[in-house]
């Protein structure tokens, strides 16, 4: 089945505790990347990956990190969450980011809560 | 930039009642428009989409139609369902191709 995991679907950590949420896609898409979603504002992107030799910073990167060693996986990093890092998180895949039309396939989400 | 309204929620109905859920764009271009459902706890879905002016996406009953007059992809369903219940969002894709931008979302609550 074609899909894209996280792990985990939700966790509870405390201020400045390194973590890492992972993201696989069996899609073998070249494109990838990490959204948040906050009550009121929607889905704001986080990071995304063009391909493996690509990664750049969305419109909300600050407190985060990516990693992309191979067209799969996509983990997104909290070196030190804060509580303000609370949220719902989305990995998202496409085949390319940039062909019109084309479209994202959305993980299940990761609930954050940082205390 | 690119940018994206739609409707404040929730939007209650009875069921088989008409739908109509308000999106309008702001963007350079003719980007490709969607519409994504997220079911209770779940990701989101891919329910409809629109690559250019005047194309009518379709899916499950529910249609959108890509209007550069009026910068608008509202969406419609002629006979509402329980199941239909969920969060309703709008978005298009971003000027460099990098990013779908949403709307905050639109919660349909459907009663029997």
């Known amino acids: 089945e074609a899909q894209v995991t996280q792990n985990p679907r939700y966790l509870i950590t405390v201020t400045g505790k390194k973590l890492t949420v992972t993201c696989s896609q069996n899609?073998?898409?070249?494109?990838m990347s990490w959204y948040r979603q906050d009550p009121g504002l929607g889905l704001r992107q986080i990071y995304y990956?063009?391909?493996?030799?690509?990664?750049d910073k969305g419109d909300v990167p600050e407190g985060y990190k990516v990693s992309r060693k191979e067209k799969r996986n996509f983990p997104l990093i909290l070196e030190s969450p804060s509580p303000n890092q609370t949220s719902l998180y989305f990995c998202?895949?496409?085949?390319?980011?940039?062909?019109?039309?084309?479209?994202?396939?959305f993980g299940p989400g990761t609930r954050l809560t940082v205390l | 930039g690119n940018s994206v309204t739609q409707m404040e929620g929730p939007v209650t109905l009875s069921e088989e009642a008409f739908l109509t859920i308000n999106c309008t764009y702001t963007a350079t271009g003719y980007p490709s428009l969607f519409w994504y459902v997220q079911y209770p706890g779940e990701g989101l879905q891919l329910l409809l989409k629109a690559t250019k002016a005047d194309d009518k996406g379709s899916n499950k009953g529910f249609e959108a139609t890509y209007r550069k007059e009026t910068t608008s992809f509202h969406l419609e369903k002629g006979s509402v369902q329980v199941s239909d219940s969920a969060v309703y969002f709008c978005?298009?894709?971003?000027?460099?191709?990098?990013?779908?931008?949403f709307g905050k979302g639109t919660t349909l609550s459907v009663s029997s």
């Open positions: 990956s063009m391909n493996v030799e690509v990664t």
């Open positions: 978005a298009l894709v971003n000027q460099a191709g990098t990013a779908l931008i």
């Open positions: 998202a895949s496409s085949s390319s980011g940039t062909v019109p039309g084309n479209e994202q396939f």
């Open positions: 899609m073998n898409h070249e494109y």
